[in-house]
């Protein structure tokens, strides 16, 4: 029994691009949870699910804020790969459980994807924000003690 599968010439082909896994999490290790946020809630957007996007927004927000909150009373000799290893983990986690099968069916019908130079650049730009706010926050409460 050969079955062949045929593939509709109406299908279309999306017209925007996604970030994949693989970078999302490569640029989330290296420069912080505001990649995996800023990526995965670009890829809830070209998928017309924006109450998820803005739900992404939320869960990073809140993340980053904890993460700057722990930075000011974790111990000096703390390991640090700590915070890429669970960050990552997660973002893995929820790409896995709600985008999976969203970045399968777009790449099956030949859409495209963002290169990792581009989430490079985010990276830099969430590392920047990331600093800036730590070191803005350590300044102030300098100053008030």
Same mark, same amino acid.
């Given at each position: 029994?050969?079955?062949?599968?045929?593939? *509709?010439?109406?299908?279309?082909?999306?017209?925007?691009k996604i970030y994949s896994q693989n970078t999302i999490?490569?640029?989330?290790?290296?420069?912080?949870?505001?990649? %995996?946020?800023?990526?995965?809630?670009?890829?809830?957007?070209?998928?017309?699910?924006?109450?998820?996007?803005?739900?992404?927004?939320?869960?990073?927000?809140?993340?980053?804020?904890?993460?700057? %909150?722990?930075?000011?009373?974790?111990?000096?000799?703390?390991?640090?790969?700590?915070?890429?290893?669970?960050? *990552?983990?997660? *973002?893995?986690?929820?790409?896995?459980?709600?985008?999976?099968?969203?970045?399968?069916?777009?790449?099956?019908?030949?859409?495209?994807?963002?290169?990792?130079?581009?989430?490079?650049?985010?990276?830099?730009?969430?590392?920047?924000?990331?600093?800036?706010?730590?070191? *803005?926050?350590?300044?102030?409460?300098?100053?008030?003690?």
């Amino acid at each position: 029994m050969n079955e062949t599968i045929e593939k *509709s010439v109406f299908e279309e082909i999306p017209t925007e691009k996604i970030y994949s896994q693989n970078t999302i999490l490569r640029g989330t290790f290296f420069a912080g949870p505001l990649v %995996a946020g800023y990526c995965i809630a670009e890829n809830f957007k070209t998928f017309n699910d924006y109450e998820k996007a803005r739900n992404t927004w939320i869960i990073t927000i809140l993340f980053t804020i904890g993460i700057i %909150a722990l930075v000011f009373v974790l111990p000096e000799n703390f390991p640090n790969i700590i915070f890429p290893l669970i960050y *990552s983990g997660l *973002s893995a986690y929820f790409i896995k459980t709600f985008q999976e099968k969203n970045i399968q069916n777009h790449n099956e019908r030949g859409g495209e994807i963002f290169n990792g130079w581009r989430v490079a650049l985010i990276g830099l730009i969430s590392i920047a924000i990331f600093m800036g706010i730590i070191f *803005s926050l350590a300044v102030f409460l300098n100053k008030g003690l």
